[in-house]
């Protein structure tokens, strides 16, 4: 079979995306496969049309490549893809409407606002900050609305830190989120087609448990795949992770982010298109499964290749 | 038929989880301490040829004349091939000691050719003199902030790194010797102090005369080694020309690291390191443990390169060039940075260190800066304690006077956009003055009194 492997893109995720693209093109020669790698350009289209792959690959990571622009084009070309279809990628790369879906289907998630730039630069919304965090409370989460990872995520512990956490947060995005912080086990569950996979916990390694930011520091954080938990628990995050999928209208697979708190899974966002790199939550979770990773990128193929999908 | 099979796989195959599991029981305890982050992730961004990029540190070696290279490299060939492909002595030939003495001539410095050995450029200096003076834990103290490239070496060697507040004239000397007092009331001798005192990589200052002797002066006190890492100390544009440490030591306490890579090129990867001979036998066996030996190839280039006399028309070429674009980009930064940023005026060197509002945070701040397609240095790796983080690096060696220009005023853009969205935040306009200085030890440069 000819697989296009989409890779790269301008997203500030461009890294990860190299990364995770050429491991599944190594995975995908072993399994005899044709690879294409295509960095994406202003020639993506033209390539397909010229190539005419079976199905394309999509490795990429944040804007463009997982906020469902790719998936478009490859929809209107009719090339089959792996993952989910562009209006559900649209759905998990914004926040807000990710949240409001969640919380439609009845589902857990932290109380949140949404903010864009003109709100404060022409409306004045800086006088209702005030209000919001009495709502919410402190610490809060302030996050860009759009994008996978953990770039431009900040902590605010008073209401001294809003204003800066907002100037950062913006700098990703024109619209971002003030969140309740939950307190709780950082959790994600990858799903594969319509099945969960071992639940991954993140675990701080060293220091302060209010030092936020080293959450998101590679090196300060071990993975536990599969997390610690008690059947009831982990029948309840399996099942919030997968009624989240469902309600975002994943299809493929997905990895959901949630925390588990005191009275239960707190559902956060879903990633359309998780890592695949050597140490990416996705594969580790497969791995636990019991595929390798040729096993696991053969089943998302099948995946995109199976009539119901997209 | 007997052909030789097309390898089937190009790249290596990758490693599960698993596979990562089972190498995380081998790695070093050192490697716990190598940190990478998405900052990296961001700074792949910054080679898309659309974006300007300041963030480099690049000499510009567009304007060393093909030509010669040609020639130079032609007479090798015809007149020492197999030599040039041969091993060559741990410490380097004599021949490239020579021309490392006339470089050091130049700066008025004049050490016993045994002294010195010839390393793969000034960044395996920094590694071998850590090999060979720091113990885990043991304490190194550098500049704040300091050559970013020096941190995860200190690292790697597990050094509990201390580092001095810099003001426009170089590292804070008296807080310096508060601070070694401090470690003596503590029992701790720290290996060596780390400085960059001309130019400085990254904030551009120059230590003052004043503190250079000051601090040689204190190393012989308490007899404490200094590292003076000197690779732009021939690229001044304005101002008197300072004496290296080294000289005015005379090389007791003082290990001299310098390179050839800011005066003739990078790539060559020639650099080298003038130490008392006791700690310079250590270096030795350090060297021939790395590598054996620097490049015969590449030091018989220099070789040649030196004969032909011209090495410091090159330098005084160089310099006129750099210059220029460093008043440019100190143009640029007064037309297009916000009142609120501060920036360090270097008379030397590659790079100016801009500091801005500390409710804009530079790793964020590139995010933005990337989709307007220009790029920096955030502030924060030249510290290793998580400051830094409202500083930037600007390089203006390596793109030309327009990309400077322009790059400049892009960032100059998203910083106005940052520091009216946060008046809009916060109900201020505009930042009021400081009611009180700020800590006379913090960043921004300002000029500090002397204890």
């Given at each position: 079979?000819?697989?296009?492997?989409l890779?790269?893109g301008r997203?500030l995720?461009?890294?990860?995306?190299?990364?995770?693209?050429?491991?599944v093109?190594?995975a995908?020669?072993?399994?005899?496969h044709e690879v294409?790698?295509?960095?994406?350009?202003?020639?993506?289209?033209k390539?397909?049309v010229?190539?005419?792959p079976?199905?394309?690959f999509v490795?990429?990571?944040?804007v463009g490549?997982?906020d469902?622009t790719?998936q478009?084009?490859?929809e209107?070309?009719g090339i089959p893809f792996?993952?989910?279809?562009?209006?559900?990628c649209?759905?998990c790369?914004?926040?807000?409407?990710?949240?409001?879906?969640?919380?439609e289907?009845g589902l857990?998630?932290?109380?949140?606002?949404?903010?864009n730039q003109?709100a404060f630069r022409?409306?004045?919304?800086?006088?209702?900050?005030?209000r919001?965090?009495?709502?919410?409370g402190f610490?809060l989460?302030v996050?860009?609305?759009?994008?996978?990872?953990?770039l431009?995520v900040?902590?605010?512990?008073?209401?001294?830190?809003?204003?800066?956490?907002l100037?950062?947060?913006f700098?990703?995005d024109?619209r971002v989120?003030?969140?309740?912080f939950v307190?709780?086990?950082?959790?994600?569950?990858?799903?594969?087609?319509d099945?969960?996979l071992?639940?991954v916990e993140a675990?701080?390694l060293?220091?302060d448990?209010?030092?936020?930011?080293a959450r998101?520091e590679?090196?300060?954080?071990?993975?536990?795949?599969p997390?610690e938990?008690?059947?009831?628990?982990e029948?309840?995050?399996?099942e919030?992770?997968?009624?989240?999928?469902r309600a975002?209208?994943c299809t493929?697979f997905?990895?959901?982010?949630l925390?588990?708190?005191?009275?239960?899974p707190?559902?956060l966002?879903?990633?359309?298109?998780?890592g695949?790199?050597?140490?990416?939550?996705?594969?580790?979770?497969a791995e636990?499964?019991g595929?390798s990773?040729e096993?696991?990128v053969?089943r998302?193929?099948?995946?995109a290749l199976?009539?119901?999908?997209h | 038929?007997?052909?030789?099979?097309?390898?089937t796989h190009?790249?290596?195959?990758?490693?599960?989880g698993?596979d990562?599991?089972?190498?995380a029981?081998?790695?070093a305890e050192?490697?716990?301490?190598?940190?990478s982050?998405?900052m990296?992730d961001?700074m792949?961004?910054?080679?898309?040829?659309e974006?300007?990029s300041l963030?480099?540190?690049l000499?510009?070696?567009?304007?060393f004349?093909?030509?010669?290279?040609?020639a130079?490299?032609t007479?090798?060939?015809?007149?020492?091939a197999?030599k040039a492909?041969?091993?060559?002595?741990?410490?380097?030939?004599e021949e490239?000691k020579d021309?490392?003495?006339?470089?050091?001539?130049?700066e008025?410095?004049?050490?016993?050719?045994?002294d010195?050995?010839?390393?793969?450029?000034g960044?395996?200096?920094?590694?071998?003199?850590?090999?060979?003076?720091?113990?885990?834990?043991?304490v190194v103290i550098?500049?704040?902030?300091t050559?970013p490239?020096?941190v995860?070496?200190?690292c790697?060697?597990q050094?509990?790194?201390?580092q001095?507040?810099?003001?426009?004239?170089?590292m804070?000397?008296d807080?310096l010797?508060?601070?070694?007092?401090e470690l003596?009331?503590?029992?701790?001798?720290?290996?060596?102090?780390?400085?960059?005192p001309?130019f400085?990589?990254p904030?551009?200052?120059?230590?003052?005369?004043?503190r250079?002797?000051?601090?040689?002066?204190l190393?012989r006190?308490?007899e404490?080694?200094v590292?003076?890492?000197n690779?732009?100390?021939?690229l001044?544009?304005?101002?008197?020309?300072?004496?290296?440490?080294?000289?005015l030591?005379?090389g007791?306490?003082?290990?001299?690291?310098?390179?050839?890579?800011k005066?003739?090129s990078?790539?060559i990867?020639l650099?080298?390191?003038?130490?008392p001979?006791p700690?310079?036998e250590?270096?030795v066996?350090?060297?021939q443990?790395a590598?054996l030996c620097t490049?015969?190839?590449?030091?018989?280039f220099?070789?040649?390169?030196?004969?032909?006399?011209?090495?410091q028309?090159?330098?005084?070429?160089?310099?006129?060039?750099?210059?220029?674009?460093r008043d440019?980009?100190?143009?640029a930064?007064?037309t297009?940075?916000p009142?609120?940023?501060t920036?360090?005026e270097p008379?030397g060197?590659?790079f100016i260190?801009?500091?801005l509002?500390?409710?804009?945070?530079?790793?964020?701040l590139?995010a933005?800066a990337l989709?307007?397609?220009?790029?920096?240095?955030?502030?924060q790796?030249?510290?290793?304690?998580?400051?830094?983080?409202?500083?930037?690096?600007l390089n203006?060696s390596g793109?030309?006077?327009n990309?400077?220009?322009?790059?400049?005023?892009?960032?100059g853009?998203?910083?106005?956009?940052?520091?009216?969205l946060?008046g809009t935040?916060t109900?201020?306009?505009?930042?009021p003055e400081?009611?009180?200085?700020?800590?006379?030890?913090?960043?921004p440069?300002?000029?500090?009194?002397?204890?």
């Amino acid at each position: 079979m000819k697989v296009a492997v989409l890779k790269g893109g301008r997203s500030l995720e461009r890294g990860v995306s190299l990364r995770s693209g050429a491991r599944v093109e190594d995975a995908l020669e072993r399994l005899g496969h044709e690879v294409l790698p295509i960095d994406v350009g202003p020639d993506l289209v033209k390539r397909l049309v010229a190539e005419r792959p079976d199905v394309a690959f999509v490795a990429m990571h944040g804007v463009g490549g997982e906020d469902g622009t790719v998936q478009e084009l490859l929809e209107i070309l009719g090339i089959p893809f792996t993952g989910p279809g562009a209006a559900a990628c649209a759905r998990c790369m914004d926040k807000v409407q990710a949240k409001d879906a969640i919380e439609e289907a009845g589902l857990p998630t932290p109380d949140w606002f949404a903010f864009n730039q003109t709100a404060f630069r022409e409306f004045g919304a800086a006088d209702a900050l005030g209000r919001l965090e009495e709502t919410l409370g402190f610490p809060l989460v302030v996050k860009p609305s759009s994008g996978g990872s953990s770039l431009g995520v900040k902590f605010a512990r008073s209401p001294g830190e809003v204003p800066q956490a907002l100037v950062s947060a913006f700098s990703y995005d024109d619209r971002v989120l003030l969140e309740r912080f939950v307190d709780g086990r950082e959790l994600a569950v990858s799903i594969l087609g319509d099945e969960p996979l071992p639940v991954v916990e993140a675990i701080l390694l060293e220091g302060d448990r209010y030092d936020f930011e080293a959450r998101y520091e590679i090196g300060r954080t071990r993975f536990v795949c599969p997390a610690e938990l008690g059947a009831e628990e982990e029948r309840a995050v399996t099942e919030a992770a997968l009624a989240t999928y469902r309600a975002l209208g994943c299809t493929g697979f997905a990895r959901v982010d949630l925390i588990l708190g005191a009275e239960g899974p707190w559902l956060l966002e879903a990633n359309a298109i998780p890592g695949l790199t050597d140490t990416s939550l996705l594969p580790q979770a497969a791995e636990a499964a019991g595929l390798s990773f040729e096993q696991l990128v053969e089943r998302i193929l099948d995946l995109a290749l199976a009539p119901a999908t997209h | 038929m007997s052909e030789v099979p097309e390898p089937t796989h190009r790249r290596r195959a990758h490693t599960s989880g698993r596979d990562l599991e089972r190498y995380a029981g081998l790695f070093a305890e050192r490697t716990t301490v190598m940190r990478s982050s998405a900052m990296r992730d961001l700074m792949a961004i910054t080679a898309r040829p659309e974006v300007i990029s300041l963030a480099g540190g690049l000499p510009d070696t567009s304007t060393f004349p093909p030509q010669s290279f040609a020639a130079q490299m032609t007479r090798i060939a015809q007149e020492s091939a197999a030599k040039a492909l041969q091993y060559g002595p741990t410490e380097g030939f004599e021949e490239t000691k020579d021309c490392i003495l006339e470089v050091m001539g130049a700066e008025g410095m004049l050490p016993d050719p045994d002294d010195i050995i010839v390393t793969t450029g000034g960044q395996q200096a920094i590694d071998l003199v850590c090999k060979t003076l720091v113990d885990p834990g043991d304490v190194v103290i550098c500049e704040a902030p300091t050559y970013p490239g020096a941190v995860p070496v200190f690292c790697s060697y597990q050094a509990d790194v201390i580092q001095v507040e810099c003001d426009e004239d170089g590292m804070r000397i008296d807080l310096l010797e508060k601070l070694l007092g401090e470690l003596r009331g503590e029992g701790r001798r720290p290996k060596f102090i780390y400085s960059v005192p001309s130019f400085q990589n990254p904030a551009g200052v120059t230590l003052s005369l004043e503190r250079r002797r000051r601090l040689v002066e204190l190393a012989r006190e308490q007899e404490i080694l200094v590292v003076e890492d000197n690779p732009y100390g021939l690229l001044r544009y304005s101002g008197e020309p300072m004496p290296p440490l080294y000289q005015l030591d005379g090389g007791d306490f003082v290990i001299y690291l310098g390179t050839f890579s800011k005066i003739l090129s990078p790539g060559i990867r020639l650099g080298w390191a003038v130490a008392p001979p006791p700690v310079m036998e250590k270096i030795v066996l350090g060297k021939q443990a790395a590598d054996l030996c620097t490049s015969t190839l590449t030091q018989y280039f220099v070789r040649e390169y030196f004969a032909e006399r011209r090495w410091q028309h090159y330098i005084d070429d160089l310099v006129e060039l750099y210059r220029t674009r460093r008043d440019v980009m100190l143009e640029a930064l007064r037309t297009h940075f916000p009142a609120e940023a501060t920036w360090t005026e270097p008379e030397g060197g590659l790079f100016i260190w801009a500091t801005l509002p500390d409710y804009i945070d530079t790793n964020d701040l590139l995010a933005k800066a990337l989709r307007a397609d220009v790029a920096f240095v955030p502030g924060q790796g030249a510290y290793v304690d998580g400051r830094g983080t409202h500083s930037m690096r600007l390089n203006f060696s390596g793109v030309d006077e327009n990309e400077i220009r322009e790059g400049v005023r892009r960032i100059g853009k998203v910083i106005a956009e940052q520091v009216e969205l946060y008046g809009t935040l916060t109900g201020e306009q505009r930042l009021p003055e400081p009611a009180e200085e700020p800590e006379p030890n913090v960043l921004p440069f300002r000029k500090a009194e002397e204890a």
